[in-house]
């Protein structure tokens, strides 16, 4: 075992952190009170992430960070847990690209009214590179305000270099989606190919081109793009975050044709701090445990405090349009 650290990317900042080297992956330790081992990276690699959990068990173990839970996920589409863990049911958020007019009909009316109605006000979706001319659109859109969705955005105040770097990942095997409107960049989406599935990193746009709902129309390029390439699935991160089972970004996500994909995600205790934490379901999180309606009404207040002190930058696209880091 090779030990180590590496940088992550924690809230849109890069971070070091303890890591090891087992069976060709690295693993990261993050967490305070309670240090959870995950493979780096997992839901953009290729091949079977953790191809034999015995021995990463055992490995980690004498690792010197000590952390107290290792965990990993199955291949999306498992529907029976192949391993003798602790086992919590993830889910995803996934529309089948075999076929685009089967999707493309299945959508509500409101979502094709969306999309034509994104053309009819002048904007054009395409495909482009990752270039210097992207990376200073997407530049301009991440310092359009500083707080999104009622919150912080991770992403704001970042100069050129450091956007550049953020989004530099993956280029052998990603599309960069874009949305321009009078030849500005006004939102782009960067998909990751992971052999047959298709995950979107990041959805984006202009507040101030809400209206046109570059959105919804960059979302009918990428699911016509992954169906013409062969992709069985375009993921947009979760479909259910926590407890919030009702929330605005749901609703985005359903009315765009998504779909909920559950999969099982494996905890393995390898402290008996880690199995008190698994016992108390305290592996989960915090904001995993407090009811719904709990969770909106904070969320709700912290909006309001962000437009009441003026730092919301305007009108938040959370009141719009959940789009986000896949990773949000």
């Keep these: 075992m090779e030990v180590g650290t590496v940088q992550i990317s924690v809230k849109g900042r890069w971070v070091s952190v303890p890591s090891a080297r087992i069976q060709g992956r ?24 953790v191809s034999n959990p015995e ?28 391993y003798p863990y602790h086992v919590e049911w993830d889910n995803a958020a996934a529309i089948p690209t075999t076929n685009y007019k089967a999707w493309w009909e299945g ?8 999309v034509r109605r994104s053309q009819r006000r002048g904007v054009t979706v395409k495909v482009v590179p990752f270039d210097d001319e992207l990376v200073a ?26 956007v550049k770097r953020d989004n530099s990942h993956y280029l052998d095997r990603c599309d960069f989606v874009a949305a321009y409107f009078q030849n500005e960049l006004i939102g782009f989406i960067k998909i990751v190919y992971v052999e ?3 995950r979107m990193m990041q959805i984006l746009s202009m507040n ?61 205790p390898l402290t008996a701090k880690g199995r008190m934490a698994i016992a108390l379901k305290l592996h989960l999180g915090i904001r995993n445990l407090i009811p719904e309606n709990v969770m909106n009404m ?13 730092r919301d930058g305007g009108e938040s696209d959370g009141a719009k349009t959940p789009e986000q880091s896949a990773d949000d």
């Design 298 to 310: 904070l969320l709700n207040t912290r909006a309001k405090i962000y437009k009441w002190t003026g």
């Design 26 to 49: 690295d693993i990261v330790v993050t967490g305070k009170g309670i240090k959870v081992a995950t493979v780096k990276d997992a839901e953009w690699l290729t091949g079977e992430v």
């Design 107 to 114: 959508l509500p009316q409101v979502s094709r009214k969306n």
């Design 208 to 268: 101030l081109h809400f209206d046109k709902r570059p959105a919804n129309a960059m979302i009918a390029k990428a699911v016509e793009l992954c169906s013409e390439k062969g992709a069985s699935h375009l993921i947009y991160a979760r479909y259910i975050y926590g407890t919030k089972a009702n929330s605005p970004v749901t609703e985005f996500k359903r009315r765009n044709g998504f779909e909920q994909l559950l999969f099982p995600t494996y905890y393995v």
């Design 55 to 82: 021995l990463f068990v055992s490995e980690l173990k004498e690792f010197p960070s000590k952390p107290d839970i290792f965990t990993f996920s199955d291949k999306l589409g498992t529907t029976t847990p192949r």
């Design 137 to 162: 659109g997407i530049t301009k859109i991440y310092n359009e305000a500083p707080i999104r969705q009622g919150r912080r955005f991770w992403h704001f105040g970042k100069d050129f270099a450091t």
């Design 196 to 198: 047959k599935v298709a």
